[in-house]
Structures are given as structure tokens and as C-alpha cells.
């Protein structure tokens, strides 16, 4: 049993291709040195560019020259933003140096220790449902996931209006289609009288599992299928060998105690921060496009984009 293809090539959210993926009007931007990825994308209202790391996280193969790299990024841009993965191999003293304009705790992402057995923390509620679920669905591996992109796609419509997702998660279906095929993608559907009523999708790097999405339709909700599912990634990737499982955090920017926030943390045995990092590249174009919005003090990096997608 193997959770994906050989670790040899950059996978998940440290991909190429996952970049390429979310680049959606802007451009993938490799950083040689650390083997990372940022989107150039276009300032709305001006002519300048800045960059962010990929949605939901940037990682790399080699966080020690990842300071290089910013340091050689070119002068067009004006700014450049990420999520350092929690699993990252870095210093929060590093993430200072690297990111002296923003650096502060972003959220807490549920994390698995895969090395205890789920009846020790997997709360009873979920369990009960997962019994339930796996007796009205039938789980199977998406293989190859990119025979079902038709049904990925209907289902994350489906959520997008249930949810009235837009910022970085409001994927095209070009988007949605391409990450199939993201080196390290672990995928599974679940099936209910002959249909697709739930899919999720889990990207593997090293040794950690990242939830990554999941979609439903309303059988899929009155079925449980999530728990069904969520079930399922626990025995497997332990019986893979992986140490971990990256749940990610609850919606929204702030914390709340919203039905994802609850339905993570039941099948979490702790947390991880993960840090948002921010660095001015051309600090005169970056307060002239502060001061053209009007915006005021904010923690919001950078500062220019305040409100961009509310």
C-alpha cells in the first residue's frame, strides 16, 4: 500500500504543477534556491505586480535558502505574502528575518499524530457517524482521480453555492480539473446507489497527509459521507507509514466556532500555528498604492488588497 507516487519529485502544495493550478490570471514564479513557488498576479486598479505563495500554503524542499530567494525577487514586484506550512522546517526567528513587515500566527491548523490508535481521540460523535456512514456509502480510491474531474467539478459547484465561496478557494473548473493531477494526490469518492455523492482530496508530502478539499452533494450531507471518508484517510495513511495528517483550520480569517472548526478538531489529536509572512519589495509603489485605497492601520498584508473580495 503507497500513498502516491515516488517522493523523489516536489509534490502537493510544493508542486509546479499545483502552482500552475492556482495561478488562476496571474504566473507561477519558481524560487530555485528553495525549490518553492509564488503567483505574480496583477495589482487591480494599477500597473504593478505583487506575489503571494499558493493557496493555502506555501511550501518547499529547502527553507534555509528560501531568504535568499526573496532577497533576489525582482524589483517589479511590489510585495510578497505566504502561509508558511506548520510542518515547515524553519525557525520562527528565520520567518522574521525572511518576512520583517508581516509575521504573526495566521491560524491553528488541526494536525493527527497517526502514531495513536483513533479510538484514543477521535471524539465519540464522530465515530458514531463514521459507523453510520460507512454503512450507507461504499469509499473507493479515485484512480486515476482525473476519470472523475466531470464529478469533482459538479460537486465543488455545489459547495460553492452552498457556502458562497470567492477569494482564492472560488477555483474554475480548469483549476479544479489540473490539481488531479498534482504529484502526491491521494483522492477518494463516495458512492450511494450507484452515485458520487462525496469526494475528497489529500495531497501527501514526506511524511504528512494534507487535507486539501472536499466536496458533497445533499445526499452526500444526509448520508455522512464526510465522516465516512475522514474515517477512512485515518487508517489508510497510518497504514502507510505517514506520521501525520494536516487537517488545515476552520473557515473564515478569524477564529470561530463554525461547523468546520468543530468537525476538524474532533479528529485532531492537537495544533499547529501556521504563520502569515509578509514583505514589502517596493516600499514607495506600496504606501502609494496604500495611501491611493485608503487604508488605514490594519494587519491585513499587504495592506493595498484590504476588502478585495468581501
Known amino acids: 500500500m503507497t500513498p502516491g507516487p515516488s517522493l523523489s519529485e516536489p509534490t502537493g502544495y510544493a508542486s509546479a504543477v ?87 500566527p495566521f491560524k491553528d491548523h488541526y494536525v493527527v499524530d497517526l502514531s495513536r490508535s483513533p479510538a484514543t481521540f477521535v471524539v465519540e460523535n464522530h465515530r458514531r457517524n463514521a459507523r453510520k456512514a460507512l454503512n450507507a456509502v461504499a469509499v473507493s480510491r479515485c484512480e486515476p482521480p482525473q476519470r472523475w474531474a466531470t464529478q469533482w467539478t459538479a460537486l465543488y459547484r455545489l459547495l460553492g453555492e452552498r457556502h458562497q465561496i470567492n477569494g482564492p478557494a472560488a477555483f474554475s473548473d480548469e483549476s479544479l480539473a489540473a490539481q488531479l493531477s498534482v504529484p502526491g494526490l491521494v483522492a477518494w469518492r463516495a458512492e450511494a446507489d450507484g452515485k458520487t455523492v462525496g469526494m475528497v482530496l489529500w495531497y501527501v508530502q514526506g511524511d504528512v497527509a494534507y487535507y486539501h478539499l472536499a466536496a458533497y452533494s445533499d445526499a452526500g450531507y444526509q448520508l455522512r459521507a464526510s465522516f465516512a471518508l475522514f474515517w477512512h484517510a485515518l487508517e489508510y495513511f497510518a497504514a502507510c507509514g505517514l506520521r501525520w495528517l494536516n487537517l488545515g483550520a476552520g473557515a473564515g480569517l478569524q477564529a470561530a466556532e463554525d461547523g468546520l472548526t468543530r468537525f476538524k478538531r474532533g479528529w485532531s489529536t492537537g495544533v499547529r500555528s501556521a504563520y502569515l509572512c509578509g514583505r514589502i519589495l517596493d516600499r514607495a509603489a506600496y504606501e502609494s498604492l496604500v495611501s491611493v485605497r485608503a487604508a488605514g492601520p490594519t494587519t491585513y498584508f499587504p495592506a493595498y488588497r484590504l476588502g478585495e473580495f468581501d
Open 18 to 104: 499545483y502552482a500552475r493550478a492556482v495561478a488562476a490570471d496571474g504566473e507561477a514564479l519558481l524560487l530555485p534556491r528553495c525549490g518553492g513557488w509564488l503567483v505574480q498576479r496583477p495589482v487591480p486598479g494599477s500597473d504593478r505586480i505583487d506575489a503571494s505563495g499558493p493557496y493555502p500554503l506555501f511550501s518547499c524542499a529547502n527553507w534555509d535558502a528560501l531568504g535568499e530567494d526573496l532577497d533576489a525577487l525582482p524589483g517589479s514586484l511590489v510585495s510578497a505574502v505566504l502561509v508558511a506550512d506548520p510542518f515547515g522546517d524553519y525557525t520562527s526567528d528565520n520567518l522574521r528575518r525572511w518576512f520583517p513587515d508581516m509575521m504573526r
